[in-house]
């Protein structure tokens, strides 16, 4: 609910601040008083754009306007505050300052906010309904969530929700497979080709070291064989090492015993020492039958190196990453050709997906059309008293293409009007005049006073250009709409004012406007200025009293729909 607006220093007000009560709340006075400016005022606190009317008070450097909700605790505004980390205790505050060059400043709860979030929570809490407008019920965006309320099968709509995330998760999982089905198929070559050239070279662990030292070895065999025949020699030659041991073993061997005793130690390591250099002999003998080798066989070896080298450059891997290559090549390969078995089994999910999908959605078209139905009824049923007879509104329902649902299901939703007999439908804003405009949108929102939710409603001149039955009817649409949202409204019918629960009389003196709330005989007093003009007789008084009475017998009737 809408409990206060503060307005100071914009266009003729200089300071004024209004109280509004529950039910129906109507401002009152003659025309240029300023009544506009308010809601105005109240428009720019809730984040609609500046415009000539809320320009600052000449003389002043800036100007305000200020509004004070008391939203209930389960209200999307109080959530919508609570996420955007502000204050969210007790009354919601939304401020608006605009300074003489035209820039402006957004407040909540007193804290600095961008105007999108200021904007935001002034939808969610107050609706302004113009002579002009394309908001609110006028806005195509909002009419299947309308018309859904109105319907009442919100647990329809939460299965087709749940229904078509489960869709698009499985049609998701499909594009993956097939993302990488195409990527693996692009590489399917690539990969082929490596598996079937790495695998007739058949890397080795290691190998590549033992190829560089062996090629190393024999491409300097001639000077190595040289320098190993010669230790060779020193081994195994007449004077060499072997036969130098030999001798000292022999004539170790001749002397006698004691001799041999003291000089076992020594024998010993004689013998040690012949065995190892026999050993060395023959590891140098055999190192020059490694050594002795056809060219052809460096030859060998060397292209078995390059070979392993130029394959690790190509695949960019070390040489000893080859046969890690190998296997993660022939792992894809595998994957690849056991890829679409998984594919078919998401796509078949994806298809069966799409199949629950359709089911439940095509239920909730069959309760649309239904609600659609019954609301163009409701409907037609307030406009011929509103002077709107000849207008006729419908729900138009439009298939998306195909199948291709949303998660709201599948079609589109728009409310449309022809306000002429035999003129084709179209959008309301288009088709409607100011004033069938404004009585329209209250034909709307009395038909779906139990859907929509619960705001702040606020017409500027509804009952513009109508006067008698109509205006009669028009207050009682409001006064009826007033028992579920409050409702504020500027008016210039007396019927209309009759039926206000608080009645504010605007009026302005010289280059200010002053706002009054008026006490029951001060009510009477105006809306008998309303029915005669400036000067006011007996029998309009009376006339103001018998429009009073008659609201308030209104007021305790029990609520039906006309």
């Not at 060499?240 to 061997?253: H, I, P, T």
């Not at 060219?295 to 070979?307: G, S, T, V």
Request: glycine fraction near 8%; charged fraction near 30%.
């Amino acid at each position: 609910m809408l409990a206060t607006l503060k307005v100071r220093d914009l266009v003729l007000i200089e300071d004024i601040s209004l109280d509004f009560a529950p039910g129906l709340n109507v401002l009152t006075g003659e025309t240029g008083a300023g009544k506009s400016i308010l809601l105005d005022a109240l428009g720019l606190a809730a984040g609609n754009r500046a415009g000539a009317r809320s320009a600052v008070r000449s003389g002043a450097a800036q100007g305000s306007a200020a509004a004070i909700f008391d939203p209930a605790a389960k209200h999307p505004a109080r959530a919508l505050v609570s996420d955007n980390g502000l204050p969210n205790e007790g009354e919601i505050i939304l401020r608006r300052v605009i300074s003489a060059d035209g820039r402006t400043r957004a407040f909540v709860n007193d804290e600095p906010v961008g105007v999108g979030l200021l904007r935001d929570l002034g939808a969610a809490m107050v609706e302004i309904h113009g002579q002009s407008d394309d908001r609110g019920l006028f806005d195509v965006a909002t009419h299947r969530r309308l018309l859904d309320a109105f319907g009442g099968y919100e647990d329809l709509l939460r299965e087709v929700a749940a229904r078509h995330g489960e869709w698009e998760r499985a049609r998701g999982r499909v594009a993956e497979l097939h993302h990488a089905s195409a990527a693996a198929a692009a590489d399917a070559e690539f990969l082929h080709h490596a598996v079937e050239e790495l695998s007739a070279l058949a890397p080795e662990a290691g190998e590549e070291e033992a190829l560089a030292a062996e090629r190393a070895l024999l491409m300097n065999a001639s000077r190595i064989a040289e320098d190993v025949s010669a230790a060779v020699e020193s081994l195994s030659g007449e004077r060499g090492a072997e036969a130098s041991l030999a001798a000292a073993l022999k004539r170790l061997s001749r002397t006698n015993e004691e001799a041999r005793k003291a000089a076992e130690a020594a024998e010993t390591a004689l013998e040690q020492a012949f065995a190892l250099a026999e050993e060395a002999r023959r590891e140098l003998e055999s190192l020059l039958t490694r050594l002795d080798v056809d060219p052809a066989e460096l030859e060998r070896k060397e292209e078995r190196l390059f070979a392993l080298r130029a394959a690790a450059r190509k695949y960019a891997v070390p040489v000893d990453g080859l046969n890690a290559l190998l296997a993660e090549c022939a792992a894809k390969l595998d994957a690849i050709d056991g890829g679409g078995g998984a594919l078919k089994k998401a796509e078949a999910d994806a298809a069966k997906a799409r199949t629950a999908y359709l089911e439940v959605a095509k239920k909730l078209s069959a309760a649309r059309v239904a609600a659609a139905g019954k609301l163009e009824a409701a409907v037609a049923g307030e406009l011929s008293p509103l002077k709107l007879g000849h207008a006729k509104f419908r729900v138009a329902l439009e298939p998306l293409n195909g199948d291709a649902g949303i998660a709201a299901g599948l079609e589109r939703v728009a409310f449309e009007i022809a306000t002429v007999e035999g003129a084709p439908f179209g959008p309301l804003t288009k088709i409607a005049s100011g004033g069938e405009l404004a009585r329209i949108s209250l034909a709307l929102k009395v038909a779906l006073a139990e859907a929509s939710p619960p705001a702040a409603l606020i017409f500027d001149e509804i009952d513009r250009g109508v006067g008698g039955a109509v205006a009669d009817a028009v207050g009682e649409r409001l006064q009826r709409l007033a028992r579920s949202t409050q409702v504020l409204l500027v008016t210039h019918s007396p019927q209309v004012a009759a039926r206000a629960a608080r009645h504010f009389r605007i009026s302005r003196k010289g280059d200010r406007t002053r706002v009054e709330l008026l006490a029951e005989d001060a009510r009477a007093e105006e809306i008998a200025r309303m029915l005669s003009g400036a000067a006011v007789t007996d029998e309009a008084r009376a006339a103001a009293r018998r429009l009073l009475a008659e609201a308030a017998g209104s007021a305790k009737k029990p609520r039906k729909r006309a």
